[in-house]
């Protein structure tokens, strides 16, 4: 016999579909239709004067943090009550509703950094940061991806998203950024590539759970919450590293060994990895800014950097074109890469970061020179 309060029940319930949120191509296409986007850059929202001319080296990326001071977190939206467990008073905001009922193995209300203002050049781009909590974005933008959930193919009556307007509008709430990488591997010679693919552990992320993805990804934050780091960590190119040492070499991305570290930057140095940005905006589900990038190792030095590439890391497992877990990548064309996006629920982000790498292929796979060629 079902003991279960009603209440009880409502929360198992509600548990149950947070878990389960998955957000397929058809639900983007609805919210793309709602914001009166083209997809012309993929699921992504991208205000004209944001668009790129071409890819953008890492190092043309100028990072300012205006103020390392947290503001004074807002009360939850109002509108947010209709995406909160039924009868459950005692949640005012949706992180603490997901921390009691469904939480993942990664959760915690770490600083980040914030978009306050972008400016896009001819070839470089500015951004001035800020500092906010991750509970902040995960308050507004999850509940966004679960409101979807609830309002089926009618996104007119999505409340909460109604509520935060236009979600370019940097400076009209605070914006965590995302950073997605592409990591591919290059064949110069025969102008052939790869990239990598993993599938999220639903059991463990808190964001795009159980979807396929590229990698590595994630949320643009210091090494920790002591504010002396701040500046320093403020720094794209380093972030990217400590992601790729976490995501493909199984490593804790905040206390990476200095020896990988340096691997890394010696590829930078050398020639053999270039980052590059391929595009910028707003990821339409969960409202976060997207950094768009690409990693672009030469075969040689793919091999020499990461000869330690561990299938399975704390957010996943890579995955092959078998579809079984491993390391090896996926080819790097147009075919190959729609027929992924058809056949497994990929997160949109990782959509877009693909769509910008493609529109792009021809500068990013013969523009660059491994000095060991």
């Known amino acids: 016999m079902d003991r279960l309060s009603p209440v009880a029940r409502n929360e198992e319930e509600w548990a149950r579909q947070r878990r389960a949120l998955r957000t397929d191509r058809s639900t ?10 083209s997809d ?6 991208v205000p ?8 953008v080296p ?14 004074e977190r807002r009360p939850a939206p109002a509108a947010l009550t209709g995406v909160l467990p039924p009868g459950s008073r005692r949640d005012e905001r949706y992180s603490s ?14 600083v980040c950094y914030q978009a306050c203002d972008l400016r896009v050049g001819d070839d ?20 966004m991806r679960h409101e979807l959930e609830l309002v089926g193919d009618d996104v007119d009556r999505a409340i909460l998203r109604r509520s935060l307007g236009d979600l370019t509008d ?15 591997r290059v064949d110069r010679a025969n102008e052939r590539a790869t990239f990598l693919v993993h599938r999220r552990d639903a059991d463990a992320v808190a964001t795009e759970q159980g979807q396929w993805h590229v990698v590595p990804c994630g949320v643009f934050q210091p090494r920790s919450d002591d504010a002396t780091t701040w500046d320093a960590d403020a720094n794209l190119s380093e972030l990217i590293i400590r992601e790729c040492a976490e995501e493909l070499l199984g490593m804790n991305e905040d206390v990476v060994d200095d020896d990988v570290m340096n691997r890394f930057r010696e590829a930078q140095v050398s020639g053999g990895l270039r980052i590059v940005i391929t595009g910028i905006g707003v990821n339409p589900v969960i409202g976060n800014l997207e950094i768009l990038c690409a990693a672009v190792f030469s075969q040689p030095t793919f091999d020499e950097v990461l000869r330690d590439l561990v299938a399975d890391s704390p957010e996943g497992s890579l995955r092959s074109p078998s579809g079984s877990s491993g390391v090896e990548g996926f080819p790097f064309d147009l075919a190959v890469i729609d027929k992924l ?20 292929r021809h500068e990013i796979i013969t523009s660059s020179e491994d000095s060991a060629s």
């Open 97 to 110: 509703a997901v921390q009691r009922l469904a939480s993942p193995g990664i959760f915690a209300d770490r």
């Open 341 to 360: 996006l058809v056949e497994h629920s990929f997160a949109p982000s990782g959509e877009a970061a693909l769509r910008a790498a493609l529109r792009w």
């Open 124 to 143: 470089d781009i500015d951004l001035r940061l800020g500092v906010m909590r991750y509970f902040e974005f995960f308050d507004e933008g999850e509940a």
């Open 28 to 37: 983007i296409r609805r919210v793309m239709a709602y914001y009166g986007a």
């Open 170 to 184: 940097l400076s009209s709430r605070k914006v965590i950024i995302g950073v997605t990488v592409v990591t591919l």
């Open 48 to 55: 004209r004067e944001w668009e790129l001319k071409g890819p």
């Open 58 to 71: 890492v190092d043309k990326v100028t990072l300012q943090l205006d103020d390392s001071r947290e503001s």
């Open 40 to 45: 012309e850059h993929g699921p992504l929202l």
